[in-house]
Structure formats: structure tokens, C-alpha cells
């Protein structure tokens, strides 16, 4: 599996704040999605989202449907998290804020 790794900023903007402020944050700019599934639980919507190239999905919550990002580019602010499912542990990137490219 390939490492993630945080990507310095060019200019100050809301994800260097944030970057700053938390340690365990990091952000990825210009990632291409290669796939998008949005499934209801309870009264959101989770979004997972899996990046060319590297074998972590990366979660996201909304209120509402958003369309398809397949195939686009996105700059990312996320921490690494890890998720029980039927025993194993499983690394997740939940997402706290995500923005087209």
C-alpha cells in the first residue's frame, strides 16, 4: 500500500488553518477518484470514495445526495481512522473537508 503523504500548501487557505491547528490532519491535493458509492444510514448519506493508487477508502458524511465525483481531481483534508468490521481492523480516511480541483 503506498503512504499517504502530506502535501505542503502554496498559499494560506482554510485547510492550512485547520492543518495547523491539528496534528493528526492532512491534506492531499489534486487526487484523482477512480470510484464514488453514496449509501443512506439512518438519516445521512456515507460517502466512500477510493483514490487512483492508493487501497484506502475514504469516508465522508452528508444530509444529502451529492453528485458523482468519479473521475475528477479533489483536494482533500482528512485524518486516518480505524473501523471494526466482522473482527478485523480496517484503516479508513475520514474526510473533513473536500473540495473539487
Given at each position: ?25 492532512v ?16 438519516d445521512?448519506?456515507?460517502n ?25 481531481r ?16 480496517i ?11
Amino acid at each position: 500500500m503506498p503512504s499517504i503523504i502530506k502535501k505542503t500548501l502554496s498559499n494560506k487557505n482554510s485547510a492550512q488553518k485547520l492543518i495547523k491547528k491539528h496534528d493528526k490532519l492532512v491534506h492531499s491535493e489534486h487526487m484523482k477518484v477512480s470510484s464514488h458509492v453514496q449509501r443512506e444510514c439512518d438519516d445521512w448519506i456515507v460517502n466512500t470514495l477510493i483514490l487512483d493508487n492508493i487501497d484506502v477508502p475514504f469516508k465522508y458524511k452528508r444530509k444529502k445526495l451529492y453528485k458523482s465525483l468519479q473521475g475528477q481531481r479533489v483536494n482533500l483534508t482528512y485524518y486516518p481512522e480505524t473501523e471494526v468490521v466482522a473482527g478485523f481492523d480496517i484503516e479508513v480516511m475520514s474526510i473533513v473537508r473536500i473540495k473539487i480541483s
